[in-house]
Nanobody
Framework: QVQLVESGGGLVQAGDSLRLSCAASGRTFTSYAMGWFRQAPGKEREFVAA????????RHADSVKGRFTISRDNAKNTVYLEMNTLKPEDTAVYYCAADFSTSNFPRASQALYEYWGQGTQVTVSS
């Protein structure tokens, strides 16, 4: 079992930056891939970014490519989402999740992620 706790959300203006963190505990952090997802009001939860267990492989949704970067620090059991040039359409609750089924392949399907954090709100004003 894994516990995931997100932090770093907040209210910012368009064009600003934020860095989200997700601290993991309960299972060897280097044994699983991690992902970030988001859910905007009235919309379904969607994939944002994912990273392999060793950080060597990442993938990002087209909507955030070039603006967001996922990374991880295995010594701190933490995964990050660096968000730059934020837009109002980035407003959502952001969730981190753990994918135990793989370590080497960052995957976009949320059905493959077994554990989820409680989410952190990101609001971008225009």
């Amino acid at each position: 079992q894994v516990q995931l706790v997100e932090s770093g959300g907040g209210l910012v203006q368009a064009g600003d930056s934020l860095r989200l963190s997700c601290a993991a505990s309960g299972r060897t952090f280097t044994s699983y891939a991690m992902g970030w997802f988001r859910q905007a009001p009235g919309k379904e939860r969607e994939f944002v970014a994912a990273i392999s267990s060793n950080g060597a492989s990442t993938r990002h949704a087209d909507s955030v490519k070039g603006r967001f970067t996922i990374s991880r620090d295995n010594a701190k059991n933490t995964v990050y989402l660096e968000m730059n040039t934020l837009k109002p359409e980035d407003t959502a609750v952001y969730y981190c999740a753990a994918d135990f089924s793989t370590s080497n392949f960052p995957r976009a399907s949320q059905a493959l992620y077994e554990y989820w954090g409680q989410g952190t709100q990101v609001t971008v004003s225009s």
